[in-house]
């Protein structure tokens, strides 16, 4: 039995903008109503003496400074984007 | 509002985007106005494989808001991804707080048309700001837009408001007393202009006397009073047109047009509402004690409500006027400690309001970038008191003060400002002052009284102003009446 429809698969694929053809579609559905399945097995578990956690690492309150320090050189920064002018990162136009 | 068949339902989410000297989650210095993309780094750029790590500083005074208005803090709280896709923020998700934000369940208490009004803070969280997006300016490419980074990760406090406001009015009021609050704790600019004090503001209409809430629009990213009140008050308008005349309302995002006082649909983000928030697994939960908490509640300074009542109370100043000094903090403290150095409340504040505000607007000021110091202002009160100046001259020696930064006396001193009282001095000007006014000099002897006030006048001018006043009234009318 699937846990995902194969419209949940196209709305979550719209909106990691990826596009999918109906076999694909069917494809993933299977895939990830498998893998919902799998883990769906920790349902089984009793957790109910198990104190919730949020995070899995034994660590707490890991802070910075607040200290300021050179930033990067922005020719090096502009360097990784596919386009820039001006100082700007260039992109196609954004509707506002 | 002018159809009163409805009530009007208002909350605010305002944001503040705080002073720390570095970023959210990396050592980027914060910055406005500097050159594009000149304070980033591969944490704020969202590079793979970056650690992010949270800015002490901006925790801090995160709690120190969620404490100052009134919330209970999360005792573990925690960071969370929302998820969308957007060319100003790199990450293709924004860090924020959704399951265990910093606080809840708090209120401001604000004067709104003589009363207290009471608006309840759903919750206050800390969040990333995004990037700049600028369009066409940069080249005149009118098929690009520009990026600009160095905001990017920019810590932001978000306060989100129940929809407890009735009106645009009362939104705007509570807004400010918002801003007031965040002034006075030191956390952030509010400075507008730069957006660094920013709000989007939700808005429904019902009809009266029903307890559910009807369809709300949404006005975004608005950064001044005015343009929130004008939208506000514009969209209260076209929302109860539409319900009058049986339509429904479109929950949307509208943007309000200034320059044509009318509200439009945003095309924007489709399907955006769907974010799918799940924990941000590169921060750990922070927790905070209660006795941290009381710390930091014992460490906050006096509030603005609290300031303005005890300044009614303590220095027996009128409402109106308790209001004008306690507008900002950097005000409040200015008069606080001219009050308590002059022990002269009343003339503080007027001096405060008056002349030194004319100054300060004239020259486009604010209270704490004056030189007019409150030792300053408080020695000038006592040169009037102690009959040094007479309130004439001091009113013509604050603007040089203004200018010099030199204190009062000094002043006075240097260009010969003291006021005559020596008795002899004063009668050697007067007699020269009747000898050549005799007509008027006789008008008095007559017993014409009001021709006194002209000889009175022709002394001041002959001292420059300086004689005292009281003693040249009081010689002149014995010598005129032993005549």
């Given at each position: ?96 | ?6 009530e009007t339902v208002i909350g605010l ?92 369940n708090g209120y401001v208490d604000f004067?709104f048309?003589?009363?207290?009004h009471r608006t309840r803070v759903h ?37 989100v408001s129940e929809p407890d406001l009735r009106s645009?009015?009362e939104a705007?009021a509570y807004w400010?007393a918002v ?23 939700n808005i429904s ?8 809430f ?270």
């Amino acid at each position: 039995m699937s846990t995902i429809t194969p419209e949940e698969v196209e709305h979550v694929a719209n909106l990691a903008r990826l596009e999918f053809n109906e076999e694909e579609i069917a494809e993933f559905t299977h895939q990830l109503g498998r893998i919902l399945d799998y883990i769906g097995k920790l349902n089984e578990l009793d957790t109910t003496d198990v104190p919730p956690t949020s995070h899995v690492l034994p660590l707490h309150n890991v802070q910075k400074a607040d200290d300021a320090h050179p930033s990067y050189d922005r020719a090096v920064v502009l360097d990784t984007a596919p386009s820039a002018e001006e100082g700007y990162f260039e992109v196609p136009k954004v509707i506002e | 509002m002018s159809n009163s068949n409805y009530e009007t339902v208002i909350g605010l989410e305002i944001h503040a985007e705080l002073n720390t000297r570095s970023k959210l989650f990396c050592n980027c210095e914060v910055a406005f106005g500097t050159d594009a993309n000149t304070r980033t780094c591969p944490i704020c750029l969202g590079m793979p494989g970056v650690l992010p790590v949270l800015n002490e500083r901006a925790f801090e005074f995160a709690l120190r808001a969620a404490v100052a208005l009134n919330c209970e803090i999360s005792p573990a709280c925690s960071f969370d991804r929302k998820n969308y896709f957007y060319p100003d923020l790199p990450k293709g998700y924004q860090i924020s707080q959704k399951y265990a934000p910093l606080g809840r369940n708090g209120y401001v208490d604000f004067e709104f048309e003589g009363e207290t009004h009471r608006t309840r803070v759903h919750q206050i969280h800390l969040e990333e700001d995004a990037g700049k997006l600028v369009h066409a300016d940069v080249t005149g490419n009118v098929n690009r837009s520009y990026v600009d980074l160095n905001r990017a990760c920019v810590p932001l406090l978000e306060i989100v408001s129940e929809p407890d406001l009735r009106s645009p009015d009362e939104a705007i009021a509570y807004w400010r007393a918002v801003k007031e609050i965040i002034e006075y704790i030191d956390i952030s600019d509010c400075n507008m202009e730069e957006g660094s004090f920013r709000c989007d503001a939700n808005i429904s209409l019902r009809p009266i006397g029903s307890n559910e809430f009807g369809t709300r629009t949404e006005l975004k990213n608005k950064n001044s009073f005015q343009h929130v009140l004008a939208a506000l008050n514009y969209e209260e308008k076209r929302q109860a047109r539409i319900l009058d005349e049986g339509g429904e309302i479109h929950q949307e995002t509208l943007l309000f047009d200034l320059d044509t006082g009318r509200t439009s649909p945003m095309r924007s983000k489709e399907e955006a509402h769907d974010y799918r928030y799940f924990p941000e697994p590169d921060l750990v939960r922070t927790n905070v004690s209660p006795d941290r908490i009381e710390k930091i509640r014992t460490a906050l300074p006096e509030l603005p409500a609290a300031r303005r009542e005890r300044f009614v109370t303590e220095f027996q100043i009128p409402e109106y006027v308790a209001e004008f000094l306690t507008a900002t903090r950097q005000m409040a403290d200015y008069f606080d400690e001219t009050a308590r150095l002059s022990n002269d409340p009343k003339a503080s504040s007027n001096w405060i309001m008056g002349d030194l505000s004319g100054l300060l607007n004239s020259a486009g000021l604010q209270i704490q970038d004056t030189e007019v110091t409150p030792i300053h202002l408080s020695e000038l009160i006592g040169l009037i008191k102690e009959g040094t100046i007479s309130g004439k001259i001091a009113k013509s020696v604050l603007p040089e003060v203004f200018e010099t930064g030199k204190s009062p006396r000094q002043m006075v001193e240097e260009k010969g400002l003291a006021q005559i009282s020596d008795s002899s001095a004063i009668e050697t000007v007067i007699d020269q002052v009747i000898a050549e006014n005799s007509g008027s000099a006789q008008d008095v002897r007559d017993g014409k009284k009001k021709a006194i006030g002209f000889l009175v006048g022709q002394v001041m001018r002959a001292t420059k102003g300086k004689a005292n006043p009281q003693m040249v009234n009081q010689i002149l009318r014995q010598k005129l009446e032993s005549s």
